[in-house]
């Protein structure tokens, strides 16, 4: 058994049967994980996930043998959620990092794919992404998280042949002609932690669909890890999505230890059979 110990501080984020937000007052905690049940036994503490106003984030890549370090300005006037480090953004980062070959049966690859990301927030997903060797876009709708981003991706990736554009992207038609200029589809379309609040009430839900059309097609694998907090008032967002996604869950032992609250999905788009004649590949 593989013993994990962690001790946090007010505000910060751990781990106990999955992981928490914004806890309050110290912790120390330990807990047993069986590594026969795990193929990513990858501790999931609070000294890799710091609390949201922490200036700075650390996150430990060990298939890549490297440490990303990322500002954080949340609170800060304008900058909203995407100044923060999530949850979800770590699991699906971790995730890629231990992807070297393709990431399904339909032998979608990284090396030199064109991946854009949704939300992309710090920049993490995104700078993994881009030391697998793809070309990466990264995009928000927020100009002060793109500031941050901008700084996070330069100062993380300096060298050239990583390559990460960093774009405004508002989600939803109203800004088709920023995804007309992303030159869709992608091979990979990328997004985490972009399911929450009052989605369905304020429209983002269907902004954030539209905005998975416009940029995908039937090849395109979707990579869209969530965090759950609040399953009821989520479910009509999954509802709308498959629509028009088919949605395999990766199994939780592919997951690193401790993300047993956040789910990564695999979708593709669902080819309308009166539009193009074929069938959408199976994710199963």
């Given amino acids: 058994m593989l013993r994990i110990t962690s001790a946090g501080d007010k505000n910060s984020l751990r781990a ?3 992981e928490q937000e914004n806890v309050e007052g110290r912790t120390n905690e ?20 710091h609390g949201l106003h922490a200036p700075t984030v650390s996150y430990r890549f060990e298939a890549l043998k490297t440490t990303i ?17 999530w949850p979800a953004g770590y ?11 393709s990431m399904n049966r339909e032998g ?12 992309a927030g710090l920049g993490l997903v995104s700078a993994v992404s881009a030391l697998m060797g793809a070309k990466v876009t ?14 996070n991706i330069n100062r993380n990736l300096p060298e050239p042949r990583h390559r990460v554009k960093v774009r405004r992207l508002q989600w939803g038609v109203q800004s088709k002609s920023e995804h007309d200029a992303l030159k869709p589809p992608v091979d990979i379309l990328l997004a985490a932690d972009v399911v929450y609040g009052d989605g369905e009430v304020t429209g983002a839900w ?18 869209l890890a969530h965090f759950s907090r609040y399953p009821q008032k989520e479910a009509p967002f999954w509802e709308m999505l498959d629509e028009n996604f088919q949605r395999v869950a990766v199994d939780h032992r ?13 979708l593709k788009k669902i080819c309308k059979a009166e539009s193009n004649g074929h069938h959408t590949p199976s994710i199963s």
Wanted: a negative charge; one cysteine or more.
């Fill in 30 to 49: 330990s807990r047993e994980v069986d590594p026969g049940s795990c193929s990513a036994i990858v501790p999931y503490t609070p000294s890799s996930l």
């Fill in 91 to 101: 699991v699906l980062a971790e995730y890629i990092s231990r992807k070297t070959d």
């Fill in 108 to 119: 979608a690859q990284w090396t030199d794919a064109r991946v854009c990301e949704l939300g």
């Fill in 69 to 85: 370090e990322l500002d954080q300005t949340f609170g800060r006037k304008g900058v909203g959620t995407g100044g923060a480090a």
């Fill in 138 to 151: 990264a995009t928000d709708g927020v100009d002060e998280v793109l500031d941050v981003m901008r700084s």
């Fill in 254 to 266: 592919e997951l690193m230890v401790g993300s047993e609250r956040t789910q990564v999905f695999m």
């Fill in 16 to 18: 106990k049967g999955g």
């Fill in 206 to 223: 269907r902004d954030l669909l539209w905005s998975m059309e416009a940029l995908s097609d039937e090849r395109t694998l979707i990579l």
